[in-house]
């Protein structure tokens, strides 16, 4: 969605006049993009004879910088930075909400004086419009209630009070004071001077977040995003990018490829990434679901087009029983969970109309495969993933 111009969404799905230039911005799934040349061109139809291909693989050759202290890679260029946002929804922009949009922001309240918001914007506006209802809706129960008592005392009846309701509260436009007003300052002519300075033009200080997860995901299966270590600035190999990713996880970091503790199938990245890597084979758009206590939320064509509709919580589960007594890592949901627990996540995301859905993913023991084949992405395909449905009954909503 363009970040300078009017947001609006009705329902689940976010609908506008902006909708056809949208599925054009973010026609392409992937950051790999295939060009198809021209049908009419002498060169086509020469190919065509052979039954070669002339579809031309573009491949973008994006640059992240490694930050082992976030446990992100970092996409400092507006360019990369806008091709991996608009083709797959990778990633999220450090001072925005997900979109990259900071400097957008601040554009509309420099020239657009507020008359366009972005989506950080229109989530402020209507977190400060719930705050005003709220309080409203108390001070309307308040003076019912002193209305109500007041009649019981004086043997009345009480007269009607309104008290507003989600459907029908408005937030009211702000009156201007009542009070006494201020002289006006005298014109002052240094303000005549300053307009015709031009204003400092606006640096992008906003870079694109990617988690350890959506980086290799870049790194390993696409091969478009180049990983630059923070202290050299220099490009990673795939193999010191694995360990890497690995080592971020392990407190203290180990000291040498051989400490045991290096070589573990039970390593957050692992887990996570299995799990990720699942999902995103399957087509889904997967972002971070924190903000409503679970793993991952699943997208079918990516936050633009839909909220949410499914909430992922990762789940490990150990093939050998020894292998959990002896592991370095306190992986979260590894021990048997409470139903208090499962029902509040479940909860907490049916309030928000997205399914809960509890992924299983098997680590392989250490004593079935060997510890080395950790050093390698070929232990990915040892790990099973299981998906389970969950759904919390509410007796309004389906009698039918």
Request: hydrophobic share 35%.
């Amino acid at each position: 969605m363009s970040l300078i111009g009017p947001s609006r969404h009705q329902g689940s799905q976010k609908a506008g006049a902006r909708r056809a230039e949208n599925n054009r911005i973010y026609a392409h799934p992937l950051p790999l993009a295939f060009h198809a040349p021209d049908s009419a061109s002498a060169l086509s139809r020469l190919f065509s004879l052979f039954g070669v291909s002339s579809t031309r693989l573009d491949n973008p050759h994006c640059e992240g910088i490694f930050d082992p202290y976030t446990r992100s890679v970092w996409v400092v260029s507006e360019k990369d930075s806008t091709i991996l946002w608009r083709r797959g929804f990778f990633g999220k922009g450090d001072l925005s909400r997900s979109e990259p949009s900071w400097l957008a922001r601040q554009i509309n309240a420099r020239k657009a004086a507020g008359k366009y918001m972005t989506s950080e914007e229109i989530r402020e506006k209507r977190r400060a419009e719930r705050r005003q209802f709220k309080l409203d809706r108390a001070a309307a129960i308040a003076r019912a209630a002193a209305e109500a008592e007041a009649a019981f005392a004086e043997g009345r009846e009480a007269a009607p009070t309104v008290i507003p309701s989600g459907a029908t509260w408005k937030p009211q436009q702000q009156q201007p004071s009542q009070g006494p007003t201020l002289p006006e300052a005298p014109p002052d002519d240094s303000d005549e001077d300053s307009d015709g300075e031009e204003e400092e033009p606006l640096e992008n200080v906003e870079h694109l977040q990617l988690t350890l997860q959506e980086a290799w995901f870049l790194v390993w299966n696409l091969d478009c995003l180049t990983v630059l270590d923070s202290q050299t600035n220099q490009p990673m190999t795939l193999q010191q990018i694995w360990r890497a990713f690995q080592d971020v996880h392990s407190i203290p970091p180990p000291q040498s490829p051989t400490d045991p503790q290096a070589l573990r199938f039970d390593n957050p990245f692992l887990i996570h990434y299995a799990a990720y890597h699942y999902y995103r084979a399957l087509g889904w758009v997967v972002k971070g679901g924190i903000k409503f206590c679970v793993d991952f939320l699943l997208y079918k064509r990516g936050p633009v087009f839909h909220h949410a509709e499914f909430a992922v919580v990762v789940i490990p589960v150990y093939e050998d029983p020894a292998d959990q007594e002896s592991s370095p890592f306190n992986l979260p949901n590894s021990e048997t969970f409470s139903w208090t627990w499962l029902s509040t996540v479940n909860r907490v995301n049916s309030q928000v109309q997205k399914t809960l859905i509890l992924t299983y993913v098997t680590i392989p023991a250490r004593s079935r495969i060997s510890p080395e084949l950790v050093s390698s992405p070929a232990c990915l395909a040892h790990y099973s993933v299981r998906d389970v449905v969950l759904r919390r009954f509410i007796p309004a909503r389906m009698r039918d």
